[in-house]
T-cell receptor, first 114, second 111 residues
Framework: NAGVTQTPKFQVLKTGQSMTLQCAQD?????MYWYRQDPGMGLRLIYYSASEGTTDKGEVPNGYNVSRLNKREFSLRLESAAPSQTSVYFC?????????????FGPGTRLTVT | QKEVEQDPGPLSVPEGAIVSLNCTYSNSAFQYFMWYRQYSRKGPELLMY????GNKEDGRFTAQVDKSSKYISLFIRDSQPSDSATYLCAMRTSGTYKYIFGTGTRLKVLA
């Protein structure tokens, strides 16, 4: 099992450009999440999807959109990138019951907006 | 006041030391408590999971939850240089999809 995979690993954008961050999981998990991690701020939830076909805003959704394409895939789109969106982005998935019911993270995407 | 407070460190200890990492929280409804380990430039990795109060042990790692004091701890025995990482606490209430994370404590174990 690959677990949670994210592409790309690194990206540099100019202000105003758009891009989509891809996330996929092969653990048959229902829930998926997008976080951003900034120094001193910890992990902040951008959007989450409790199940296929549903998405909800987290703590910092402004400037982002998401698509839960199917049970495996959850993408994050930046329509018009801003320097404030320079961050490391993590996708996570979550199963059901016991330790499996907690979050498992991907390796991250390092995004720089100039 | 943040819902979860965690000392950012860095915490430097010699190899073989016992390490104690802590988080305090304010929401008494939290019931699920996790510790994640994050190596530099990697994603967080689930290390320990505890439901409600009590202790849980896994090898050199012990997680403790004291709900009366709203305090959780992670102990690392016989610490190794490979334990050098940032440790994040996380918690949630029952029936929710939202997690609250601490900001992480950087640990350096010196050989």
């Amino acid at each position: 099992n690959a677990g949670v995979t994210q592409t790309p690993k690194f990206q540099v954008l100019k202000t105003g450009q758009s891009m989509t961050l891809q996330c996929a999981q092969d653990m048959n998990h229902n829930s998926m999440y997008w976080y951003r991690q900034d120094p001193g701020m910890g992990l902040r939830l951008i959007y989450y999807s409790a199940s296929e076909g549903t998405t909800d805003k987290g703590e910092v959704p402004n400037g982002y959109n998401v698509s839960r394409l199917n049970k495996r895939e959850f993408s994050l789109r930046l329509e018009s990138a801003a320097p404030s969106q320079t961050s490391v982005y993590f996708c996570a998935s979550r199963g059901v019951g016991g330790q499996e019911g907690e979050q498992y993270f991907g390796p991250g995407t390092r995004l720089t907006v100039t | 006041q943040k819902e979860v407070e965690q000392d950012p460190g860095p915490l430097s200890v010699p190899e073989g030391a016992i390490v104690s990492l802590n988080c305090t929280y304010s929401n008494s409804a939290f019931q699920y408590f996790m510790w994640y380990r994050q190596y530099s430039r990697k994603g967080p990795e689930l290390l320990m999971y505890t439901y409600s109060s009590g202790n849980k042990e896994d090898g050199r790692f012990t997680a403790q939850v004291d709900k009366s004091s709203k305090y959780i701890s992670l102990f690392i025995r016989d610490s190794q240089p490979s334990d050098s990482a940032t440790y994040l606490c996380a918690m949630r209430t029952s029936g929710t999809y939202k997690y609250i994370f601490g900001t992480g404590t950087r640990l350096k174990v010196l050989a």
